[in-house]
């Protein structure tokens, strides 16, 4: 089955609107001619700038959260048609620290997902385990939890457009990645529990990320994972020297599309 390279960043709470611009200046020549599918999970008020000047080289520009509901009396609340107003392309749900600092549930992240969906914005579903989950040997069960409530009573063919990212709690933002092999066992897991859900064939579509302290000098050996197919990156992809390492990195630690039975796409769309 044939996946495409992806990078995400995601910003956080980093980067005003003339802060984006200026990243997207630096970006783009640095990332020309590469082939990965490139996207930029920007704080709300960088979405509409940072998508204007990404359509020159076809980045997707995305949002890191929003609200379940299409509209109404939500207070300091986004709704996924403003974001596509806007610009955006995709939306990060479920991240570790929506969950864990905003305490999202399993159900609140479902219904988001099938929200983004309905009003396509095409979800990225954060999951992972905890340091404690994976001490007590339940990684495989919480990813199992997680991915099953998020796309629960979703159709096949709707389910299969999202995009996972695997995202252990304990390596993001700590400076300790996951192991490679350890990240090929996760996400081994991750396409099993979508091939329980969703068939053989729609599970085999969906790209799994990996996310959690990536740096340029551990890209290339993930890429190399069978099931990684792409990294979402937090505090290095404030960088944009440091994010285009890590997709060159990527392209260069990534065997022969043959070997790993996956085309790099020639547009970056
Ligand atoms: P990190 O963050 O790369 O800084 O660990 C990853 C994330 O939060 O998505």
Redesign the pocket.
Known sequence: MARPLLV?A?W?MYKTAREAADYIERFIPLVQGCKAKLFLAVPFTSIAPTARYAKTMAIQVGAQNMHDAREGAFTGEIAALMLKEAGASFV?LG???RRHLFHESDELIHRKVVRALQDDVLPVL?VGETRTERDAGEMESVLERQISSALEGIATEEAARVII?Y?PVW?????I?ATAPLVGQAHHACRHILTKLLGKSPAQRIPILY?????PDNAGELSAEKDVDGV??????LDPEKISQIVWALEAGCPTPKKRKRTLDTEPT
């Not at 996310?211 to 740096?215: A, E």
């Open positions: 995400i995601n956080k990060l991240h570790s620290e954060c990212a995202e390596a993001i933002g700590t400076g990645p996310g959690g302290s990536v740096q979402l990156v937090g505090g290095a992809s």
